[in-house]
Nanobody, 115 residues
Framework: QVQLVESGGGLVQPGGSLRLSCAAS????????MSWYRQAPGKQRGLVAL???????DYADSVKGRFTISRDNAKNTVYLQMNSLKPEDTAIYIC?????????WGQGTQVTVSS
């Protein structure tokens, strides 16, 4: 069983930045593919960014060039650096770990972009 705990969300003005963190339990973190998803009110959950065990990354088109995903295997932590935030980025951001065919989910952290 893998437990994921997100942090770093909050209220930020348009154009601002936030860094989200997701700390994972377990001793095989380096094997997991890690992702960030987001879900806005009334919308389906969607993939924001992912990073594989070999650090290959991919991003949703809407965040390319603004968000960066990274991981620190020594700290069992994945990060999402979010720059140039827009009101449409407002959502609950949820961390995911995939170990082979099993998905684990965090509880999420709220990000609100508003003036």
């Amino acid at each position: 069983q893998v437990q994921l705990v997100e942090s770093g969300g909050g209220l930020v003005q348009p154009g601002g930045s936030l860094r989200l963190s997701c700390a994972a339990s377990g001793s095989i973190f380096s094997r997991y593919a890690m992702s960030w998803y987001r879900q806005a009110p009334g919308k389906q959950r969607g993939l924001v960014a992912l990073i594989t065990s070999v650090r290959t990354t991919d991003y949703a088109d809407s965040v390319k060039g603004r968000f960066t995903i990274s991981r620190d295997n020594a700290k069992n932590t994945v990060y999402l650096q979010m720059n140039s935030l827009k009101p449409e980025d407002t959502a609950i951001y949820i961390c995911n770990a995939r170990d082979r065919s099993t998905d684990y989910w965090g509880q999420g952290t709220q990000v609100t972009v508003s003036s």
